[in-house]
């Protein structure tokens, strides 16, 4: 099986655990009032975002969209930032400025989401070609979402990078709904990765709740973009278990279709198949939960501590320091 070691099929059940366990710990913060803006859970998401980021190596820049919490942990973002970035804390990545899921690290090759769907795709290529003119071997890697890739932004992106060939890699998440829009009310065709034919690029169709075949994929994407293949899209199938934020009950959903996709689950499905080829056994399981239950009671701790942001920090890092260089600059 691919090229993984045990020890990296082992990381990569923690890290979908941690995920899950991670977001199941927000939501419980979120319910307690400690959570400034929205929190977006990726139940049932999580083999797509962690198998995909596992393809990159340092010097590839990633930007996660709201439900790629997973990739930011396989790119080494420590529970500890994500909580303090959530609860809005001063020694949070944006020192409590930003929304949740909004921010980066130009130091870990990080991109935070930008709002308006469709247009990261647009920052990312803009990265890419970047890497093509300064001759890296370095790739690109974000998400979209069935909604999101319905956007102008999204067509501008991907179209800029095909044709100029970039190694920009999207993963596609064919995940069933877009708020409570059905994927087939916004979209004609049955499969995203239809797209890439439009687009000249080449496209691959993927199990998005396998996360090795996620993994496997994004390789050959990455392989091929890093020799100068140029842009891949990579469709994932998956889907929304839980409504779109916290906001949503989902009462637009039937109860069977979530029993469907609850059986397909991408964490019990893989826990199956390392019992199966006996790379790991029960013990062994239950040991790396009890870590991360360890690891994030630990974090939510010290995340807490954190006190407020200061008053006196609300504009750093806002604007450019050089304005407030100028003369004509208003003095606080
Ligand atoms: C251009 C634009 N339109 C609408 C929104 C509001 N919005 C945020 S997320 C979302 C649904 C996105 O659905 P999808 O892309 O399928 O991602 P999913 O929520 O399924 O992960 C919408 C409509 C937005 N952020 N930007
Ligand atoms: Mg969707």
């Excluded at 890497?131 to 067509?155: E, F, P, W």
């Excluded at 060939?165 to 999207?170: A, M, Q, V």
């Excluded at 059905?182 to 890439?196: G, N």
């Excluded at 409504?243 to 059986?263: K, S």
């Amino acid at each position: 099986m691919a090229d993984l070691t045990r020890a990296q099929l082992l990381d990569l059940y923690y890290t979908m655990r941690l995920t899950r366990s991670l977001e199941e710990r927000f939501e419980r913060l979120f319910k307690q009032g400690k959570v400034v803006g929205g929190l977006y859970r990726s139940l049932g998401q999580e083999a797509e975002s962690v198998g995909s980021a596992y393809a990159l190596r340092d010097g590839d820049w990633l930007a996660p969209a709201i439900r790629n919490l997973g990739s930011l942990l396989v790119r080494g973002v420590t529970p500890k930032e994500m909580l303090l970035q959530y609860m809005a804390r001063r020694d949070a990545p944006t020192r409590g400025k930003d929304n949740t899921t909004h921010f980066g690290d130009f130091d870990r090759w990080l991109i935070g989401p930008v709002s308006p769907l469709g247009t990261t795709l647009c920052v990312m290529t803009g990265i890419a070609l970047a890497l093509k003119m300064r001759g890296q071997k370095n790739v690109v890697l974000t998400y979209i979402g069935d909604g999101g890739s319905r956007t102008g932004a999204a067509h501008e992106g991907i179209n800029l990078a095909a044709v100029q060939r970039l190694p920009f890699i999207c993963i596609l998440e064919h995940n069933g709904w877009a708020f409570a829009t059905r994927s087939e009310e916004e979209m004609a065709a049955d499969h995203m990765v239809k797209m890439a034919e439009g687009y000249g690029v080449r496209g691959e169709q993927v199990d998005g709740n396998d996360v090795i075949a996620v993994y496997e994929a994004t390789k050959r994407a990455v392989e091929h973009a890093r020799n100068g293949g140029g842009t891949a899209l990579i469709e994932v199938e998956t889907y929304r278990r839980l409504g779109h934020a916290q906001h949503d009950p989902q009462t637009y959903v039937p109860r069977e279709e979530l029993e469907y996709w609850e059986a397909r689950d991408p964490i019990t499905r893989y826990v199956a198949h390392l019992k199966e080829n006996e790379h790991a056994s029960d013990a062994e399981i239950q040991k790396i939960d009890h870590r991360i239950e360890a690891e994030l009671d630990q974090a939510v701790e010290e995340a807490e501590q954190s006190p407020v942001p200061d008053p006196e920090d609300c504009l750093v890092g806002v604007y450019a320091d050089t304005v407030q260089e100028k003369p004509w600059a208003r003095t606080l």
